[in-house]
């Protein structure tokens, strides 16, 4: 079983749907404003439902492609699912697409939302030893920009006409994220995410991270 620990960040986590995560699923996908953007059509509570059952089946799948993940508060602080953020690996290569960031409105991590991608990036050029992660939104939706590039995402794109919801067609803008440029950014934390060091929390008095090419000068030989 391929289960995804507790990712920490300074404003959130990320942690594997739970049963009890119902309702606020259900209700991020029913959400007229939360799903004018995801690329689906709003989801009645019955379609809702089920594509809740279908998110916690995906932990037991033996070679798992996808990831539906909680956003919540950072610890300490309630365990309560605000959010949700998903991975989706590809069949070919060494690529993933994230999709489906949605968080609740109101909720404490407004401001924040680029760290749940930061997470999941860490999570997929680390443990899952991807090379290669995309993702999108709806060209008119442009208050993306900013989180594509504080999560660290490099604009690619326009797919034009990509997917239609409600009878209208719309274009996507697509982002980037390659491994070895995104790791010379990644905070402290993220490091050790990448590194397969799961922390219970941020721990701010790590030794500081070094360059890119302090890290290729002071690399052993194979």
């Known amino acids: 079983m391929n289960v995804v620990p507790e990712l920490h960040g300074t404003h959130l986590r990320l942690r594997e749907l739970r049963l009890d995560d119902r309702d606020t699923y259900v209700r991020i996908f029913t959400h007229r404003l939360l799903t004018r953007y995801l690329g689906i059509d709003r989801l009645d509570r019955r379609q809702a439902e089920e594509s809740f059952v279908q998110a ?10 996808r990831h539906t993940l909680a956003v919540c508060p950072p ?7 605000i959010g949700t ?42 443990h899952l030893g ?28 326009t797919l034009r006409q990509l997917f239609r919801t409600g009878g209208i067609w719309h274009d996507v803008t697509t982002y980037t994220a390659l491994a070895p440029e ?24 790590r030794p500081p991270i070094p360059s ?4 290729h000068s002071t690399a052993q030989p194979s």
């Open 56 to 65: 916690l089946v995906q932990r037991g799948a033996e070679s798992r492609s």
């Open 75 to 81: 610890s300490p602080g309630p365990d309560s699912m």
């Open 85 to 126: 953020i998903g991975l989706l690996r590809e069949g070919y290569g060494s690529n993933a697409m994230i999709t489906g960031l949605a968080v609740l409105p109101g909720s404490s991590v407004s401001g924040h939302t680029h760290e749940a991608g930061r997470l999941l990036l860490a999570y997929a050029f680390g």
């Open 130 to 157: 991807l090379h290669r992660v995309w993702t999108g939104h709806r060209s008119d939706h442009t208050r993306m920009r900013t989180v594509m590039h504080a999560a660290g995402f490099t604009q690619e794109a």
């Open 182 to 205: 995104w790791k010379c950014q990644a905070t402290q934390a993220e490091t050790a995410i990448l590194e397969g060091e799961w922390l219970t929390q941020p721990q701010p008095s």
């Open 212 to 215: 890119c090419g302090e890290r």
